[in-house]
């Protein structure tokens, strides 16, 4: 009988329902694979026919559209499994995943899965799960592009990308988030010279608190409060 601890990959919310027998069957398809920082797991356009979970550290989802610079899209952290649209599609890698910090993921070949999933049709209702929290992940970003001011458009991404909103995964989540003021103004749509003054302004608030390269969230609910505002 399998029962993972909350903090283990496969106790992941996609993977809830599925039986302890079915999952231990699962997870024994896995092999794990380290990345040092900044290291790509999967390339766009590249082979991708894999599932990954991440284990420790974090994954960072590149984005390249209409032929523009590769910019931030999203952060994974630890509990969150991605790559999964890539290998049920036929596709290669729709974007570019890479690391941050020292990761380690567990990565299942989706043959071998597919295998698993025909002798266990529950597995095939979880990826469903899966690809469907992914989704509603892209439309909850995208939806935030819609808020009215930058000043919201910069704390709903804060929150997003430390897991405090939008994600439904039940990953790991985070106060402190790596991000230039050049990432925060590609995914807020803002320019970059309005970055720093809506930053400093919920810093003074007691909301953020900056540091080099990085963001700290100091009051998550007051944070969410102020998108509202």
């Known amino acids: 009988m399998v029962n993972p601890p909350l903090n283990d990959v496969f106790a992941a919310a996609w993977l809830q329902g599925v039986s302890d027998r079915v999952l231990g069957e699962f997870a024994a398809l896995g092999d794990e694979v380290s990345f040092a920082d900044k290291s790509v797991v999967y390339a766009q356009d590249a082979e991708q026919t894999c599932l990954w979970g991440v284990i420790s550290g974090q994954v960072r989802v590149m984005v390249t559209l ?6 931030l899209g999203h952060i994974h952290h630890a509990g969150a499994w991605l790559g999964e649209s890539e290998p049920v599609l036929s596709l290669p890698g729709l974007v570019e995943m890479r690391s941050s910090g020292e990761t380690t993921l567990v990565r299942i070949l989706y043959a071998r899965f597919r295998a698993l999933a025909n002798r266990h049709p529950e597995l095939w209702e979880a990826l469903a799960r899966l690809a469907s929290m992914n989704q509603l992940l892209a439309m909850s970003a995208a939806n ?8 919201q458009r910069i704390a709903a991404t ?5 897991g405090h909103r939008g994600v439904l995964q039940r990953s790991a989540t985070t106060r402190t988030i790596s991000i230039t003021q050049q990432e925060l103004s590609d995914l807020a ?3 970059p010279s309005k970055v720093s003054p809506h930053l400093k302004f919920l810093e003074g608030k ?11 969230i100091t009051d998550i609910d007051g944070l969410s409060s102020s998108i509202d505002g």
């Open 66 to 71: 209409n032929e523009l610079e590769t910019i």
């Open 144 to 151: 935030d592009l819609a808020l009215r001011t930058g000043r």
């Open 206 to 216: 007691n909301l953020i608190r900056l540091g080099y390269g990085k963001v700290t």
């Open 189 to 191: 749509n803002l320019a």
């Open 158 to 162: 804060l929150l997003r990308l430390g």
